[in-house]
């Protein structure tokens, strides 16, 4: 069973960036699909952007173009690029499967605020 430890959160003002790391255990990275997830305050978590082992990626539309989703297979690694962040970007932020697995890691927060 693949576990996943979230790294990378933190204050950000509007406008600014972060650079959020994944690191998964296990066989995680025979897995074809990988996704980083998102739960703000009093909403239910969401999917934001995936990445399929042949490269291709699919972001929310509330993401796309500020987002980025990569891997480092050697690594054992999924990395989210943030640019532009906006204060609705606050949540929690989480990796994992598409779909995602029962099991999930502590996440990492980032909170956008001036």
């Known amino acids: 069973q693949g576990q996943f430890v979230e790294s990378g959160g933190g204050l950000v003002q509007p406008g600014g960036s972060l650079r959020l790391s994944c690191a998964a255990s296990?066989?995680?990275?025979?897995?074809?699909?990988m996704g980083w997830y998102r739960q703000a305050p009093g909403k239910q978590r969401e999917w934001v952007a995936r990445?399929?082992?042949?490269?291709?990626?699919d972001y929310a539309d509330s993401v796309k173009g500020r987002f980025t989703i990569s891997r480092d297979n050697a690594k054992k690694t999924v990395y989210l690029q943030m640019n532009s962040l906006q204060p609705e970007d606050t949540a929690v932020y989480y990796c994992?499967?598409?779909?995602?697995?029962?099991?999930w890691g502590q996440g990492t927060q980032v909170t956008v605020s001036s």
């Open positions: 994992n499967k598409v779909p995602p697995m029962a099991s």
């Open positions: 296990g066989s995680i990275f025979s897995i074809n699909v």
């Open positions: 990445l399929f082992s042949a490269g291709s990626t």
